[in-house]
């Protein structure tokens, strides 16, 4: 499975943007897709999932309120709409999948995407 990111960028502190994430193959119900990130010197962080057959989300507490992962079936595609952005949130952001029920140990990861936060 190949998982192509787009939609980052640089965006000022308060700003929004928008991530896509298109996988080369159907999505099957049960597999989780999600978002990872990485800032520099960081480890990499889970940001948020959604469970492809119910919809169900799971985000990092860092995020709640603030990030909204949805889903477009036809498309299998993914999205992470990100608003009032804060510099913390400047890092490579990856998509991913995994098979079963893991939201933290996925399969597989996107090449990831730049996002950067200007204050």
């Known amino acids: 499975v190949q998982l192509v990111e787009s939609g980052g960028g640089l965006v000022q502190a308060g700003g929004s943007l928008r991530l896509a994430c298109a996988a080369s193959e159907r999505i099957i119900s049960t597999y989780i897709l999600g978002w990872s990130r990485q800032a520099p010197g960081k480890e990499r962080e889970f940001v948020g999932g959604?469970?492809?057959?119910?919809?169900?989300?799971r985000y990092a507490d860092s995020v709640k309120g603030r990030f909204t992962i949805s889903r477009d079936n036809a498309k299998n595609t993914v999205y992470l709409q990100m608003n009032s952005l804060k510099p913390e949130d400047t890092a490579v952001y990856y998509c991913?999948?995994?098979?079963?029920?893991?939201?933290?140990?996925?399969?597989?990861w996107g090449q990831g995407t730049q996002v950067t936060v200007s204050s």
């Open positions: 959604i469970r492809w057959t119910t919809g169900t989300t």
């Open positions: 991913t999948l995994s098979y079963g029920s893991s939201w933290y140990e996925p399969n597989y």
